[in-house]
């Protein structure tokens, strides 16, 4: 009797949670198979039964109630292109919908993480921007300019969209819709082969204005001109800042070593800026945060223009630097170890104001985040730089292991104990306070990592030049 119910008692139940899981999963594979279904209906009007197919690529036929007349198909970008839908912090998943003429007849976007502040809420159903790609075939260029207008201030994002449903139209026209109507001896899609091409052509990429004012700040660095150093800064806030939305981002080091690159040919000047960043980083230092990045500059400007500056101590302001580090490592972490990617972005979109400057677009802690920054920055030179930016974490791990590489010109070596005055003078005009006058040596003291190569130091101090000039 015992033994009877024990099994009368416990087995049961266990089969009971058993069938309910089974149950759950049955009926949440259902509502995920529903939903699909519906986005896939909501793309292809005049469709009412959908099936999916795998071959010659991944893809969705619909056709009309009955099941005989054929309405055409849907796809996802990220399943036929996957190397074409990286925008500029995520990857564009969109379900497109081609009639059997070959005219796209709906979009949806499935998913993205792209930064609102950039993309200005266009990346959505019904906006101006998707709506302009309905009644497109393979036979438009998509060239932007000519027949597709991009989003300002969000080049990488959009042309990775628009480079991501062009390529896949092409895939989806040729390989299916056009080996369909060969095989009902119907009309194809395009009367003659086409070679994929980019979706704009490779010199109206060319981004000349960014390679003039790299151009300027190599010559400027290079010759030690103190005022095309303020020139250079200044086209870089305008242009990079302002028009670009903010220069070089940690999200971009994360996609990088994922191996995960925007199209070459659309995105000119995401490649000209990284690999000088590289190079510099490389052969010069911290080059580009001296002579390049728009919000170091924007600092730079905030405390000049204050009389009231704020000295901090070089024990305190080495232990404070050390929030940038962790930053980046918060960051990496999250990116690499938790595979989060989009978590990840997000927290570097927070700590990282510079859309938020640039472009006057945030959420509110964002903002009140910003604003801290900016009065900081009035009091302590490069607060943000010296103190919170990840990126700059990143490049000082990389100048330093990479400080055998360092060219001629890229070195600062301090004047020796005999010929170091104790003025002091280098110590108060480096912006990142990585020059600290040592009492008990009667000399100065240089914080490598944290130098950005700006010269200041050479342009005041007689005996920095000198000892840099033989060296």
């Given amino acids: 009797m015992s033994s009877r119910k024990k099994t009368g008692g416990i087995v049961p139940k266990k089969s009971k949670i058993f069938s309910l899981l089974l149950f759950s999963f049955?009926?949440?594979?259902?509502?995920?198979y529903s939903i699909e279904t519906k986005k896939i209906l909501e793309v292809l009007p005049g469709a009412e039964q959908i099936y999916r197919r795998d071959e010659p690529l991944p893809y969705y036929e619909g056709y009309n109630k009955e099941g005989n007349v054929f309405i055409g198909i849907a796809f996802v970008t990220s399943e036929v292109c996957p190397d074409a839908v990286w925008g500029f912090r995520s990857k564009i998943s969109t379900l497109i919908g081609v009639n059997k003429e070959g005219k796209i007849v709906g979009i949806k976007i499935l998913s993205e993480s792209e930064d609102n502040r950039y993309t200005k809420g266009l990346l959505k159903e019904g906006s101006w921007f998707i709506n302009q790609f309905i009644g497109k075939s393979i036979r438009d260029t998509f060239a932007v300019g000519k027949d597709i207008d991009a989003i300002s201030g969000a080049t990488i994002s959009?042309?990775?969209?628009?480079?991501s449903i062009h390529k896949g139209l092409y895939l989806v026209s040729n390989l299916?819709?056009?080996a369909r109507k060969e095989a009902f001896q119907e009309e194809p899609v395009q009367e003659e082969p086409v070679k994929f091409a980019s979706s704009v052509s490779f010199?109206?990429?060319?981004?000349?204005?960014v390679l003039f004012i790299i151009g300027l700040a190599l010559y400027g660095y290079i010759m030690r001109k103190k005022f095309l150093r303020y020139i250079t800064l200044a086209f870089s806030i305008v242009y990079i800042g302002f028009i670009k939305g903010g220069g070089a981002s940690i999200s971009d080091v994360v996609r990088i070593f994922r191996f995960e690159f925007p199209v070459?040919?659309?995105?000119?000047?995401?490649?000209?800026?990284w690999i000088v960043i590289i190079l510099s980083l490389i052969f010069l230092g911290r080059f580009y945060c001296g002579w390049l990045c728009p919000f170091g500059g924007i600092q730079e400007v905030l405390h000049r223009i204050n009389p009231l500056k704020v000295l901090v101590s070089f024990s305190a302001d080495k232990y404070v630097r050390l929030i940038k580090y962790l930053n980046?490592?918060?960051?990496?972490?999250?990116?690499?170890l938790a595979k989060n990617i989009n978590l990840a972005n997000n927290i570097a979109a927070f700590i990282e104001p510079f859309a938020t400057f640039f472009k006057i677009s945030g959420v509110r802690i964002v903002w009140i985040y910003l604003g801290i920054i900016i009065i900081a920055s009035f009091l302590i030179p490069r607060c943000y730089c010296r103190y919170f930016c990840p990126?700059?974490?990143?490049?000082?791990?990389?100048?330093?292991?990479t400080s055998s590489t360092k060219l001629k010109m890229a070195r600062i070596e301090l004047p020796e104990k005999n010929n170091c005055k104790g003025c002091k003078i280098?110590?108060?005009?480096?912006?990142?306070?990585?020059?600290c006058y040592e009492e008990k040596e009667g000399r100065a003291s240089l914080e490598k990592s944290e130098c950005i190569k700006c010269n200041e130091c050479k342009f005041v101090c007689p005996a920095i030049w000198e000892r840099n000039e033989l060296s």
Wanted: aromatic share 20%.
């Fill in 391 to 401: 990126l700059g974490a990143f490049f000082a791990f990389i100048d330093t292991a």
């Fill in 203 to 209: 010199l109206t990429q060319v981004d000349f204005l």
């Fill in 26 to 32: 049955f009926i949440t594979d259902i509502f995920a």
């Fill in 176 to 178: 299916i819709l056009n």
């Fill in 426 to 435: 280098a110590s108060k005009v480096c912006h990142m306070g990585g020059i």
């Fill in 264 to 273: 070459f040919s659309n995105n000119f000047y995401w490649y000209s800026l």
């Fill in 328 to 336: 980046l490592t918060i960051i990496l972490v999250i990116a690499f």
């Fill in 158 to 163: 959009s042309t990775a969209f628009i480079h």
